[in-house]
C-alpha cells in the first residue's frame, strides 16, 4: 500500500517561510519521480516542482526563485522549501509521485493547507 504523508503546512505572513516535507512509503522511492502540486479554492490543481530519480529538477514560473524542491533517498521524503510566500500562493498543497513525472501522478498524499495572509 503506498502512502505519501505530508506535513508542514500553516499559517505565514506574506514575505515568510515555510518547508513542507512529504514521506512516502510503500515505493522504492528512489526510482520515482516526485514531485509538489497545488489547489487553491476555485482552481484547478496545477503543478508546483518535480524532482526525477535522475536529479532533473523542474519549477512552475510563478514559483521560480523562490521555491526549491529537495528529496531524501534515504528518508523517502521530498521537501518544499518556500521562500518570499505571497497571498496567491495560498492553497492546499499536495505531495505526489510518478516512475516518470507524468500529470496526474500514479500516486497522491492527502494534502496540507497553505496559508498566505497579513
Known amino acids: 500500500q503506498v502512502q505519501l504523508v505530508e506535513s508542514g503546512g500553516g499559517f505565514v505572513q506574506p514575505g515568510g517561510s515555510l518547508r513542507l516535507s512529504c514521506v512516502a512509503s510503500?515505493?522504492?522511492?528512489?526510482?520515482?519521480?516526485m514531485g509538489w502540486y497545488r489547489q487553491a479554492p476555485g482552481k484547478q490543481r496545477e503543478l508546483v516542482a518535480t524532482f526525477t530519480s535522475g536529479g532533473t529538477t523542474n519549477y512552475a514560473d510563478s514559483v521560480k526563485g523562490r521555491f526549491t524542491i529537495s528529496r531524501d533517498n534515504a528518508k523517502n521524503t521530498v521537501y518544499l522549501q518556500m521562500n518570499s510566500l505571497k497571498p496567491e500562493d495560498t492553497a492546499i498543497y499536495y505531495c505526489?509521485?510518478?516512475?516518470?513525472?507524468?500529470?496526474?501522478?500514479?500516486?497522491w498524499g492527502q494534502g496540507t493547507q497553505v496559508t498566505v495572509s497579513s
Open positions: 505526489g509521485a510518478d516512475r516518470w513525472a507524468r500529470w496526474p501522478p500514479d500516486y
Open positions: 510503500g515505493i522504492i522511492f528512489s526510482r520515482y519521480a
